[in-house]
Every structure is written in structure tokens, then in C-alpha cells.
């Protein structure tokens, strides 16, 4: 695996942001609230968008949650982007709780909410796929990257979608025609396990690994895994307010401290900074979802998928990235 991912160091995708480029276009879907790192992740494209890389156009849900979006809401309202439209799955996955997202959505002080957001419970936000649909047109052609970070419910109803008001496009074609690269936290490489995003939704995943029309590149299992967030970052790295909804929600979602894996996280980095040298890319091929939940790569020369690669110098310099993004002050603050 190392001697293909140095043999694959530097190849490229896409051309490198450079001087007075426009900020990346991204759609974040999440399914904020199974674990920690969608909030991290969070974090790393405000932190990203503040620094003119990245232009955050909407968040979509798929935990089937009504504290998911507040959640959201009141992040995005922290970074002072309180306007950013977010979009609820319907009859979606994973509904319970989980452990944060409901705690730090209602935690009060004073009598108000401590952190504010404008969104009273998911019910309220608007239906994901039509928020998809109605954020894409506006778009230039091939400029958008969508970044999966949960299950694959919205994105599958999405290339699903007939046309509508927003677009005289079905899903699938205004897809092809607006989002340049899908980058999905997904799947293990080599496929030792079922990972948790891909068999949640289990056939939303494999079709949308058979259908999607444009570029695909996965974060593995093991890329997440072997980069730790280290609760270190969050006892010393986030004291410049006295309180901070994702360090607060770190807390709550175990007992500190603990390095929590950067799965979502790693996601966002590439999608945002492909070309830095921060991960490698297997060759050109195709993914495929089994029955039982694996996920299989086939090289092909014409496929549209890839998988990322980590050496362990790499890793090191992720680390290091991704913490200091995911800590930086808001520039509202």
C-alpha cells in the first residue's frame, strides 16, 4: 500500500486554488450528531471559508433527527454564518439523540440559549433534496464539490429527483452538469470491515456508488483512524471564548479525555485542498458495494473513483493541519 502511495504522490485531479481564484463552492452533507467528527469537520470549513478557500452554500442532514439541524444551525450562527441554508432528510436514518447534539442545542444561560441559532428544530428547515436542488442551478457549471460525510440518502434521492421549479434538470443530469468531485467519508480500503456511513443506508450506498455521475474520491476507514484528534487540542486550543459549541459538544459526546479519529475531517481537507500533498490517491477505478456492506475497488483507467492514501509523513502533516483548522478563532470573534 505505501509503495502505491508513493509511487501515486502528486498526481493531480483538479488545478491548485491559487491567487484571486474564487472560493470553492461546497455543499456539506452530514449526518451531524452519530459522532463527533461531522462537528470538527464543521469547524475546519469555517475555518477554511474564512480564509477565502471555500464558500460553505448549504448543509444537508441525513440523521433523521430534530436537534441535527439546530445543531448546525447554532454552529454555523457561532462562525457568524447564521444565514447558511440548512436541509432535513424526511423519513431518513439513525434518529435517536445521539449524545451532543440535543445538549448543547438546549443549553440555556441567562435564560437564552447560550449558543443562538435561528432554526427551532429540524422539522422546520426545509426538505434536503429540495434545498439540493434549488442551491445547484446557481452555480457554474463543473465548480461544485459536494462532501458526504454520513449516509447516502439525500444524495441518492438527489440524482433520484425530477425536474422542478429550481431546475428543468433531473437530479442526475443537473449533478453531471453543476458538481465537479464527491468527496464521501466511506468504505475501508482494503474492505477488512462494513464502515459504519456505508452500511446505515445500505442501499442508498450502492446505488449511489453505481450511479453517481461525477468524480468520487473516498476516505477509508483507515485514513480516519489513523489520524487522532487529540482532546489536548481541545482543553488548550479553544479558550478564546469562554464557550465554544464544538469544543462543548466534544466534551459532552464522551467522557475527556480521549482523541477522537478524524474520519469526517479527513474528507473536507482533501476536498478543499487536494493538491497540498496531504494524501495520496489509489489509481483510477470503481468502487462497488457488496451485500454484506464492503466496499470493493476494481482498478480501471476509465473509472471515476479513487481512495485516499496515507503515508505516515503524511499523517503527521494532517494532524497538524486539522487541528490547527478545526481550532481556529472565528474572525467575528
Same mark, same amino acid.
Given at each position: !500500500?505505501?509503495?502505491?502511495?508513493?509511487?501515486?504522490?502528486?498526481?493531480? @485531479?483538479?488545478?491548485?486554488?491559487? +491567487?484571486?481564484?474564487?472560493?470553492?463552492?461546497?455543499?456539506?452533507?452530514?449526518? !451531524?450528531?452519530?459522532?463527533?467528527?461531522?462537528?470538527?469537520? *464543521?469547524?475546519?470549513?469555517?475555518?477554511?471559508?474564512?480564509?477565502?478557500?471555500?464558500?460553505?452554500?448549504?448543509?444537508?442532514?441525513?440523521?433523521?433527527?430534530?436537534?441535527?439541524?439546530?445543531?448546525?444551525?447554532?454552529?454555523?450562527?457561532?462562525?457568524?454564518?447564521?444565514?447558511?441554508?440548512?436541509?432535513?432528510?424526511?423519513?431518513?436514518? #439513525?434518529?435517536?439523540?445521539? &449524545?451532543?447534539?440535543? #445538549?448543547?442545542?438546549? /443549553?440555556?444561560?441567562?435564560?437564552?440559549? @447560550?449558543?443562538?441559532?435561528?432554526?427551532?428544530?429540524?422539522?422546520?428547515?426545509?426538505?434536503?433534496?429540495? @434545498?439540493?436542488?434549488?442551491? *445547484?442551478?446557481?452555480?457554474?457549471?463543473?465548480?461544485?464539490?459536494?462532501?458526504?460525510?454520513?449516509?447516502?440518502?439525500? $444524495?441518492?434521492?438527489?440524482? &433520484?429527483?425530477? +425536474?422542478?421549479?429550481?431546475?428543468? $434538470?433531473?437530479?442526475?443530469?443537473?449533478?453531471?452538469?453543476?458538481?465537479?468531485?464527491?468527496?464521501? !467519508?466511506?468504505?475501508?480500503?482494503?474492505?477488512? *470491515?462494513?464502515?459504519?456511513?456505508?452500511?446505515? &443506508? *445500505?442501499?442508498?450506498?450502492? /446505488?449511489?456508488?453505481?450511479?453517481?455521475?461525477?468524480?468520487?474520491?473516498?476516505?477509508?476507514?483507515?485514513?480516519?483512524?489513523?489520524?487522532?484528534?487529540? +482532546?489536548?487540542?481541545?482543553?488548550?486550543?479553544?479558550?478564546?471564548?469562554?464557550?465554544?459549541?464544538?469544543?462543548?459538544?466534544?466534551?459532552?459526546?464522551? /467522557?475527556?479525555?480521549? &482523541?477522537?479519529?478524524?474520519?469526517?475531517?479527513?474528507? %473536507? @481537507?482533501?476536498? %478543499?485542498?487536494?493538491?497540498? =500533498?496531504?494524501?495520496?490517491?489509489?489509481?483510477?477505478?470503481?468502487?462497488?458495494?457488496?451485500?454484506?456492506?464492503?466496499?470493493?475497488?476494481?482498478?480501471?483507467?476509465?473509472?471515476?473513483?479513487?481512495?485516499?492514501?496515507?503515508?505516515?509523513?503524511?499523517?503527521?502533516?494532517?494532524?497538524?493541519?486539522?487541528?490547527?483548522?478545526?481550532?481556529?478563532?472565528? =474572525?467575528?470573534?
Amino acid at each position: !500500500m505505501r509503495g502505491i502511495a508513493l509511487l501515486l504522490f502528486g498526481v493531480s @485531479l483538479f488545478p491548485c486554488l491559487g +491567487a484571486g481564484a474564487e472560493p470553492l463552492p461546497l455543499i456539506f452533507d452530514t449526518d !451531524m450528531g452519530n459522532d463527533i467528527d461531522d462537528a470538527l469537520a *464543521l469547524a475546519v470549513i469555517h475555518s477554511l471559508e474564512r480564509r477565502g478557500e471555500t464558500r460553505l452554500l448549504g448543509v444537508t442532514l441525513t440523521k433523521d433527527n430534530p436537534w441535527a439541524g439546530p445543531f448546525v444551525d447554532l454552529v454555523n450562527t457561532f462562525y457568524g454564518r447564521g444565514d447558511v441554508p440548512i436541509g432535513m432528510v424526511r423519513d431518513g436514518k #439513525a434518529p435517536e439523540d445521539g &449524545d451532543f447534539i440535543r #445538549a448543547i442545542a438546549e /443549553k440555556k444561560a441567562n435564560g437564552s440559549w @447560550l449558543y443562538p441559532r435561528n432554526l427551532a428544530d429540524g422539522n422546520s428547515a426545509p426538505e434536503a433534496v429540495a @434545498l439540493l436542488r434549488k442551491l *445547484l442551478p446557481s452555480q457554474q457549471d463543473g465548480s461544485v464539490v459536494v462532501v458526504q460525510v454520513g449516509f447516502s440518502t439525500n $444524495l441518492v434521492r438527489l440524482i &433520484d429527483s425530477p +425536474a422542478d421549479e429550481s431546475s428543468p $434538470l433531473g437530479g442526475r443530469e443537473l449533478v453531471a452538469r453543476k458538481v465537479r468531485l464527491l468527496s464521501i !467519508m466511506g468504505g475501508a480500503f482494503p474492505p477488512l *470491515l462494513a464502515e459504519y456511513n456505508i452500511k446505515i &443506508d *445500505l442501499a442508498a450506498s450502492t /446505488k449511489l456508488f453505481a450511479e453517481w455521475p461525477t468524480e468520487v474520491v473516498a476516505s477509508g476507514f483507515e485514513i480516519g483512524e489513523a489520524v487522532l484528534y487529540p +482532546a489536548a487540542s481541545i482543553e488548550n486550543d479553544f479558550g478564546y471564548v469562554e464557550h465554544h459549541p464544538v469544543a462543548d459538544a466534544y466534551r459532552a459526546y464522551k /467522557k475527556m479525555p480521549y &482523541d477522537r479519529p478524524s474520519w469526517d475531517l479527513t474528507s %473536507v @481537507l482533501y476536498a %478543499v485542498r487536494p493538491e497540498r =500533498g496531504y494524501f495520496n490517491r489509489s489509481p483510477r477505478g470503481t468502487i462497488q458495494v457488496d451485500a454484506g456492506g464492503l466496499t470493493r475497488f476494481t482498478p480501471n483507467e476509465k473509472g471515476r473513483h479513487r481512495f485516499l492514501i496515507l503515508t505516515e509523513e503524511q499523517r503527521v502533516r494532517v494532524k497538524e493541519a486539522l487541528v490547527q483548522l478545526a481550532s481556529e478563532p472565528p =474572525g467575528n470573534k
